[in-house]
């Protein structure tokens, strides 16, 4: 059973634009979600993370937005740059004492120029 | 410059022939883990340490085992490895605070395996 689900395998803007990635998750106990970013042949790359308290969180040019109602989160580039492209995967962590990450199966982000 | 290493990075091996991963991180961190990547399935937890001699299985810990006799270091043993077991491996490690999960891992580059 995914907990944790990205139901777009990939998604293709242009350069200056918008770029909007979008997660849905089930499990209502998760308390803290984060975004990496992955790139061929490197490991994932933290990008930014909101807590279930909040309901955006911002970090220049990437914005995470969480609809907890609707266990809904997106993450959202603004403007988007061809060095955007890449796999991005959505990731939640219950609380306790694993500090496991539960990752979507990432949308590739092509950002054209 | 703060990293998570790991080697080797790619890794040809034949089915049933012992093998280790070596994961490194000079961060202090407590927490360490791995996960292996596969088409279709994202990446998958397959053990984790929340300190040193203190491990524990995650989703996937079938054919694996580690170790955790240093902070710094979290080896992943193949004992007998599989066909199956031909993927995408990432070691993470972050800080431990606690309940509060509020930081975030840091991963090593991959560990691209294949066994035939």
């Known amino acids: 059973d995914q907990q944790v689900k990205q139901n777009s395998p990939s998604l293709s803007v242009q350069e200056g634009r918008i770029s909007i990635l979008n997660c849905d998750y089930t499990n209502s106990m998760f308390d803290y979600f984060l975004w990496y970013k992955k790139y061929p042949a490197e490991g994932p790359t933290f990008l930014i993370s909101i807590s279930s308290i909040k309901d955006k969180n911002e970090d220049g040019r990437f914005t995470v937005f969480l609809n907890k109602s609707a266990k809904h989160l997106s993450l959202h580039i603004v403007p988007s740059q061809p060095g955007d492209s890449a796999v991005y995967f959505c990731a939640a962590i219950l609380g306790g004492s694993n500090y496991k990450l539960t990752f979507g199966k990432g949308t590739l982000l092509t950002v054209n120029p | 410059e703060a990293q998570v290493t790991q080697n080797p990075r790619y890794l040809i091996t034949v089915t049933g022939k012992k093998l280790t991963v070596t994961c490194s991180q000079n961060m202090n961190h407590e927490y360490m883990s791995w996960y292996r990547q596969d088409p279709g399935l994202g990446l998958r937890q397959i053990y984790y340490?929340?300190?040193?001699?203190?491990?524990d299985k995650g989703d996937v810990p079938e054919g694996y085992k580690v170790s955790r006799k240093e902070k710094r270091n979290f080896p992943l043993i193949l004992e007998s490895p599989s066909p199956n077991q031909t993927s995408l491996y990432f070691c993470?490690?972050?800080?431990?605070?606690?309940?509060?999960?509020?930081?975030?891992?840091?991963f090593g580059q991959g560990t691209r395996l294949t066994v035939v």
């Open positions: 340490s929340m300190n040193v001699e203190v491990t």
């Open positions: 993470a490690s972050s800080l431990w605070r606690g309940l509060s999960a509020n930081t975030e891992a840091f």
